[in-house]
């Protein structure tokens, strides 16, 4: 074999608890690979995995999401833990190099294997190895004759010193728990002197051909030049292909490392595209060393052809925006449709798994959405991650990991944070579905951060990933804050549309939403609380109803919720559980729908909207439509309806109409699909309690392709016995085939009334946080004022 991996992940490790120091008083990096009991009595784990939940399995602390346990675990984060793994080695493989891989650990480790120290590393996102091949031993003893052994060290408390280099675990829906863990898998490469180690590809579109730009790094071991013949091999994945594309030439690998470069050209390239706007057309890629026909090394992938580019968002002057927000894919505009992940599954690592990475973004398809969006408070995903999102067209924009901090600007601070920034990048730069790199998120957000470097710091990042790939790269979001503003940025660039939630009733959506003006909304929150079964499992039962201090520290802003169901109800909605988690759900979606939508009429001036967040990294009472558990709440059915490519949409000025007043509106109707339609109909109607109140239909109606179109005002008096709400229908249809459909619940009721008790809400709501603060306190107030 070329190339073999020895797999060291899995449950057969195990770990101990030691005071910082006391590992290496004690000798544990010299314990011998021999059958001994020193270890006997250390807790089994797993790699991947975490400390919490190895502690977890082991019984040693709480489930730390069930009630307020979360704190109550942090003592694990001030003690060093000791990692341990036996194995054997096949003698058959004598005379072979050997290196050691890890793939990532969070946050800062020491490494030995057979009492050798390996070395030390800091740095989540960056993969590190070593060269082992003199320290392995191929003899076969009982349980393994060679002993890996991992020191973690206590993790970093300051996220401002770590950032870029950490996940973030500071901020306002974080518990103060910093997770820590061997995160990502563990392996050995065994391979000849002469290896290859890493490559990249970039596709140019020539017509119906295709350039791939194929670059790949070899290492010689030994001190003498060799010659080989490299051989790249381009077949089809998921589709029919005549005969492979193959392209052989010598090379000449110097000693050290080197890079390797060619331009093959595929004829007739079948192309990758986001599932809206076409296939998702694969290949398999395939780069050999090859010495006299034997293959002395491989490394097979599976790519797509696809070209990223940016235009500028028309109907903005030079004074207003200055980058381009407008993503084109193979030269065709892609609308994002988009979701902040919210991920990854579990902000504990070892409660992750393949089968919950396949559930999640399966479900993010079926919503109709077509872009993910990994923002600065979340790590970037694992591979795995972005090879789902190749195979079901969901395109991914990725951030970095540096997130409403002002971060220092010394050079070793700034050196580390690329190093994490160019690792990470290197390793998901091939996958078709990566469409945009960004810097920060909200690093241009106060006063100290204008002062701070952050932005030479995004400028740094910038440079960095421009050498290592095509894909396009932006500063920070959002981009047209107070504060970025004052940094010089223009004012119509991207804004995060979160303030309609946090405002807790300051403005209503149809007073918030359609005020804002820029490019792009890369976050727009709304929250509501999971269903009752769901609750049930982390919320302990004497504090599900009435709702007790757990509800707070699972980051339920209460009062918020509660304003929320009133804008869209009329009502707080607190009669029972059930009463209150559904009208939550149903308040969440309304608001979404009613934001989601008003960007999407904008298009081409607008490019995209992101709603946050589409899951939940932990059980908490937030903003994923989609829980922790995976249970699709009921605002998932509202954007999977306000997500539809092809979108009959209503646009209204406010949602509270009075008895006896005419209710006016405009219908549109959005394609993001990049075909056209002809000759269809639309129909709407006015409905309450069942009373037809208006209908009407539009005859012979053309659709252009990527459009957005307003076809019809309507209007309809309401008649003045109604007293609670009416429904509009709209529906779309291709002779008797509906093709779409779209719905709105609105309210009879004065407007001004309403808002009127919303802010007397939220002047109450404020008086408990002014004595409180921002506490669970401010909700039960008899916890902090005890006896």
Known sequence: MSRKIIDLSGNHWQMERMRPGQGVEEQFHLLPAEYQGTTFSWNFASIPGDVYTDLYKAGEIEDPYFGRNMHKAKWVGDYEWWYTHRFNVDELLSGKQFRLVFSGVDYSCEIWLNGIRLGEHEGMFSSFDFDISEYVNLEQWRGGSNILMIKLNPPPKNYRNCGGKKVNFSGDYFTGLVPFGIWRPIHIEVTEAVRLNDYRVDFKLQGSDAAAVLSFETENMTDIAQSYQAKCVFKGHNFSDTDPV?????????????????????????????????????????ITLEKDTVVIDRLQDVVGVREVTMEMNPGFTQEEAEYPWTFMINGRRHFLRSACWGGQP?????????????????????????????????PPETPEFYRLCDELGITVWTNFTLATQAYPSDESFVSGVIHECVSTVKERRNHPSLIFWMGGEEVFFSGAHEESGNKQLMLDIGDAVAELTDVPYGLASPLSSASAVNLGFKTKESIHANEHYYG????????????????????????????????????????????????????????????????????????SLEEFVEATQIAQGTVLQFALETYRRRKPKMSGVSLCHFITHWPDIKWGIVDYYGEKKISYDYVYKAYQPLLPSLEFEKRRWNPGSSFVAKIWIVNDFHHSYAGLTLTWEILASEQELATGTILDIDVLKDSSKLFEEIECLIPEHLSDSFTVVLKLKDGDSVLSSNRYELLIGDQSLAKQRSLEHLALSKKNADKYGLSVYRYWPEHWNLD
């Open 246 to 286: 193959i392209h052989s030439f010598p090379v000449t690998v110097q000693p050290g490392q080197s890079e390797q470069q060619c331009r093959i050209t595929l004829e007739d390239a079948k192309l990758w595209w986001p599932w809206d706007m076409g296939d998702q057309n694969l290949y398999e890629l395939e």
């Open 504 to 575: 807790g009733g300051i403005e209503f959506m149809e007073e918030y939403y359609p005020s804002l003006d820029c490019a792009i909304i890369p976050e727009l929150t709304a929250a509501s609380a999971p269903c009752v079964e769901s609750l049930a499992k982390f919320i302990p039962e004497d504090e599900l109803w009435p709702m007790g201090l757990s509800w707070g520290y699972h980051w339920a802003d209460i009062d918020i919720l509660k304003n929320l169901n009133f804008e869209v109800f009329n009502d707080f909605k607190m009669g």
């Open 346 to 378: 579990s902000f504990f690592y070892g409660r992750n798994s393949l089968e919950k990475y396949q559930d999640r973004v399966k479900a993010v398809r079926d919503a109709n959405i077509n872009n993910l969006r990994i923002f600065g408070w979340h």
